[in-house]
T-cell receptor, first 118, second 108 residues
Framework: QMHLVESGGALVKPGGSLRLSCAASGFSFSDSKMSWVRQAPGKGLEWISDISSSGSVINYADTAKGRFTISRDNTKNLVYLQMTSLTTDDAAIYYCARDPRYFEFDPRGQGTLVAVSS | EIVLTQSPATLSLSPGERATLSCRASHRISTYLAWYQQKPGQAPRLLISDASNRARGIPDRFSGGGSATDFTLTISSVEPEDSAVYYC??????????FGQGTRLEIK
């Protein structure tokens, strides 16, 4: 059964940086495209970035371009999201998802909370 | 950019009633549409892919339909555990795709 555990969320000041991690198990991680999706408090869902199974193809939402970097380690079944120049608009719960064609989240997952405040 | 508009914003039904949720796309997206269910404090759960294909383990009271610009998620007979926010999501234009703003389903 697929299991995704996000971590790394914290309270940071505007302009700060953070690295999120997602540990995957229960499926063939090295064959799977992965995505990060976020949800601001009380708001809807927003796709942030995806990375192909090999890591060779990466896409970003406009809100993430130039500030966020997605990467993966297929030897450790981990996907990362490095975030820099954070603003209050980046405050959200961040979820990772397996992404064969549509997002597959871990139904037991709660994401990782990023708060941005001075 | 393709905008998805969901209606109604909130739907309040009694157990056993039929729920019909709508998602309208600003441009034609064929059947590149999914539906997600999200309960408080939980990650979203994929219900329907490609407009009408139920995901693994999803009860058959959930069904999806539509194509091009108009899509529907139907719950044939709602149950108390169906209380959640439902989102549609399009993958026709990727990246970035887009989500609807959600429909809140309340079970009386």
């Amino acid at each position: 059964q697929m299991h995704l555990v996000e971590s790394g969320g914290a309270l940071v000041k505007p302009g700060g940086s953070l690295r999120l991690s997602c540990a995957a198990s229960g499926f063939s991680f090295s064959d799977s495209k992965m995505s990060w999706v976020r949800q601001a408090p009380g708001k809807g869902l927003e796709w942030i970035s995806d990375i192909s199974s090999s890591g060779s193809v990466i896409n970003y939402a406009d809100t993430a371009k130039g500030r966020f970097t997605i990467s993966r380690d297929n030897t450790k079944n981990l996907v990362y999201l490095q975030m820099t120049s954070l603003t209050t608009d980046d405050a959200a719960i961040y979820y990772c998802a397996r992404d064969p064609r549509y997002f597959e989240f871990d139904p037991r997952g709660q994401g990782t909370l990023v708060a941005v405040s001075s | 950019e393709i905008v998805l508009t969901q209606s109604p914003a909130t739907l309040s039904l009694s157990p056993g009633e039929r729920a019909t949720l709508s998602c309208r796309a600003s441009h034609r997206i064929s059947t590149y549409l999914a539906w997600y269910q999200q309960k408080p404090g939980q990650a979203p759960r994929l219900l329907i892919s490609d407009a009408s294909n139920r995901a693994r383990g999803i009860p058959d009271r959930f069904s999806g339909g539509g194509s091009a610009t108009d899509f529907t998620l139907t719950i044939s007979s709602v149950e108390p555990e169906d209380s959640a926010v439902y989102y549609c999501h399009q993958r026709s234009a990727w990246p970035p795709g887009s989500f609807g703003q959600g429909t809140r389903l309340e079970i009386k």
